[in-house]
């Protein structure tokens, strides 16, 4: 079957779920194990049900890329990473989350924003869905914000798009956010050319 560029996308399909157990309850997310009708029978998966989240690719005057490096215990890595975070604020929109999450984690504000692309992140173990949005403009904020945990020693680097890409493309940086959305970015902005 052939698809023609403008019918690529994903579709929804809801099978019915006959049962929702919460399995583990965190601070952050939680764990459920469904037992789904599929077919001709049942299925059983476990995911973590998570809040959805925002990233920033945000571009200085010059085309370089905001780039943050911090600790990710699950990897053991301290891997570059867009500035991101949760929509952990009730009724928060994904536009206003980006705003308030450049500021947290970068001590920056950017005058001009647009959406730059959407992504589920682990589409078989969670359903995150993570906002990627292009900020340009980009300044300092009025005031520093106090950080904890593995946010106290960030790493800060603005670093040219394209070695980003390169980067990326060579496999010396590995978080999945980032390569969206520095390939997105790099992509919005040769279109523009």
Do not use: C, K
Request: cysteine-free; proline content about 5%; aromatic content about 6%.
């Amino acid at each position: 079957m052939t698809e023609s560029p403008q019918d690529l996308r994903d579709e929804p399909f809801e099978p019915e779920v006959l049962h929702s157990d919460l399995v583990y309850r965190g601070r952050v997310w939680d764990v459920r194990s469904d037992r789904v009708r599929y077919g001709d029978g049942e299925i059983v998966r476990q995911y973590v049900d998570h809040t959805g989240a925002v990233a920033i690719v945000a571009l200085d005057d010059e085309g370089r890329v905001l780039l943050i490096q911090q600790y990710r215990h699950p990897i053991r890595h301290r891997d570059w990473e867009l500035p991101a975070g949760l929509l952990d604020v009730e009724g928060e929109e994904p536009l206003a989350a980006a705003r308030r999450e450049l500021a947290e984690e970068a001590d920056l504000v950017a005058e001009r924003w647009e959406p730059l692309v959407s992504s589920w992140t682990t589409p078989g173990g969670n359903d995150e869905i993570i906002h990627v949005f292009l900020a340009t403009g980009v300044s300092s904020a009025d005031a520093a914000h106090d950080r904890e945990d593995e946010e106290a020693d960030i790493r800060v680097a603005w670093v040219p798009l394209s070695d980003a890409v390169s980067a990326v493309l060579e496999g010396r940086m590995r978080n999945g956010i980032l390569a969206i959305g520095v390939l997105a970015a790099s992509q919005r902005l040769r279109d523009r050319d």
